[in-house]
């Protein structure tokens, strides 16, 4: 390897939205995840809803503004 030219090498906190801490090494001193194995539905076998950026009220609001214009539209 080439003498400064990659990132140091470093202990790395993780954090979770579940509340879960690990400890790895990493390019960053601190990491903050949405989603890790301890909470992810693949790996604890529970069904869970994840909303990311609001994508299902989007929808929703989008879904209803439509259903209203045709309704308007048959009328």
Do not use: W
């Not at 990132?7 to 903050?32: F, L």
């Not at 992810?40 to 869970?48: D, E, I, L, R, S």
Request: with cysteine.
């Amino acid at each position: 390897m080439k003498k400064d030219i990659h990132p140091q090498y470093m202990e790395c906190e993780v954090h979770c939205a579940c509340g879960s801490t690990t400890h790895t090494k990493a390019t960053v001193p601190v990491m903050r995840l949405d989603i890790c194995s301890a909470c992810h539905p693949f790996y604890t076998g529970k069904q869970k809803l994840v909303d990311t950026a609001g994508r299902i009220e989007k929808f929703q609001r989008r879904f209803n503004k439509k259903a209203q214009d045709t309704k308007a539209v048959a009328s």
